[in-house]
């Protein structure tokens, strides 16, 4: 059948779609008088909610900098390839979920397994003994290249997000193949299917990091340049759509601050350093909304040093397990997790009814 992205199983593009609806740009910006708009007529860039990334990537031939193919291309690799990957984990979760399916179910003819639907969107044809493969379109090579403009503490593992990515793909294919087994009792299936929700939240919160590595990469370069870069802003605007809705969730104020920065305001001259030391506190004490953690993402090699005025760029640094000095969690590694949002939500009544 035709591949769709389905706000009813997979959570973040229901989360995406508010977050846009909500937007400066959304006709949800009126958060009470716009409560009640029918389903149907929520807009995004005045274009149905639903297809923000159509809209995106199609607004991008208008922009007032011209026509950049590379620029489009890319929109099209985080904006709908990304999603897509994100759906297709969800599929395979759902079909676990469904406990009254069984293997021979499946038409083999007209059905792909989603986590090989997920595997043929990250990995493409990328071909790691290929130099070349380094600059193709896969998600992989694109992930490679995040990681390329950051800097790891060099005592501990740098983090790697294809080598994460595909780990855990190889643990969701077995858990999938095990929902199939006829010898499975319904109470086995219930925990496999427990196991595989987990373990997809954890792929998208891995996914997050290069989005995420990319919009710093970008923002930074944008707000550090001493002569214009209009493609640095231009792919600052893309990546600010890409990586912020999540913050909108869990911090309105944090998200509203963000967007103003990096799409509203961009290319004006409100957008420079000063403004880009405010613009990284806030998104480092954001990450818990979108997943992840500051030594996944590691340091912009834009960032390294001193800014131009002197004062050094600031820290990241994950959630503190020390409440005011009085309690302190036994096990800060764990509460760290537990701090980390889980994107699974499934509250988001007007977007998934």
């Not at 620029?71 to 390839?81: F, K, P, Q, W």
């Not at 639907?117 to 003994?129: E, Q, S, T």
């Not at 500051?294 to 990241?316: F, H, K, M, R, Y």
């Amino acid at each position: 059948g035709t591949f769709k992205l389905n706000p009813n199983s997979n959570p973040l593009y229901s989360i995406y779609m508010y977050a846009f609806w909500r937007s400066p740009n959304g006709s949800g910006k009126d958060s009470f008088s716009d409560e009640n708009e029918p389903r149907d007529q929520m807009t995004f860039l005045e274009q149905i909610v639903d297809d923000y990334g159509h809209t995106i990537i199609r607004d991008e031939f208008s922009k007032a900098s011209g026509y950049d193919s590379q620029l489009t291309a890319e929109a099209i690799r985080v904006l709908t390839l990304w999603m897509a990957t994100v759906q297709s984990l969800y599929d395979a979760m759902s079909l676990c979920d469904n406990f009254d399916i069984e293997y021979d179910d499946i038409d083999e003819a007209t059905s792909t397994n989603p986590v090989d639907h997920a595997a043929a969107f990250w990995f493409g044809n990328y071909d790691p003994g290929t130099p070349t493969d380094e600059d193709s379109g896969s998600l992989y090579a694109w992930a490679n290249r995040a990681r390329s403009n950051f800097s790891f503490d060099t005592n501990q593992t740098p983090f790697d997000t294809n080598e994460e990515f595909l780990k855990r793909l190889l643990d969701l294919q077995r858990l999938l193949q095990t929902c199939f087994d006829p010898d499975e009792t319904t109470q086995h299936s219930v925990r496999t299917a427990t196991k595989m929700r987990r373990l997809v939240v954890e792929m998208t919160r891995i996914m997050t990091v290069p989005m995420v590595q990319n919009f710093i990469h970008y923002t930074a370069r944008a707000s550090t340049s001493q002569e214009t870069e209009e493609t640095s802003y231009d792919y600052m605007i893309l990546y600010g759509l890409a990586t912020l809705p999540p913050i909108k969730i869990c911090d309105g104020g944090a998200f509203a601050f963000l967007y103003d920065y990096a799409l509203t305001s961009a290319k004006s001259d409100n957008v420079g350093e000063a403004e880009l030391y405010s613009l990284l506190v806030s998104l480092y004490s954001r990450f818990v909304c979108l997943g992840i953690k500051c030594d996944q993402i590691g340091t912009s090699n834009v960032l390294e040093g001193t800014a131009t005025t002197g004062s050094s760029w600031p820290l990241c640094q994950d959630p503190s397990s020390d409440f005011t000095g009085n309690y302190r969690a036994a096990n800060e590694e764990q509460f760290t997790e537990f701090l980390l949002l889980d994107l699974d939500i499934r509250t988001i009544g007007t977007l998934i009814e």
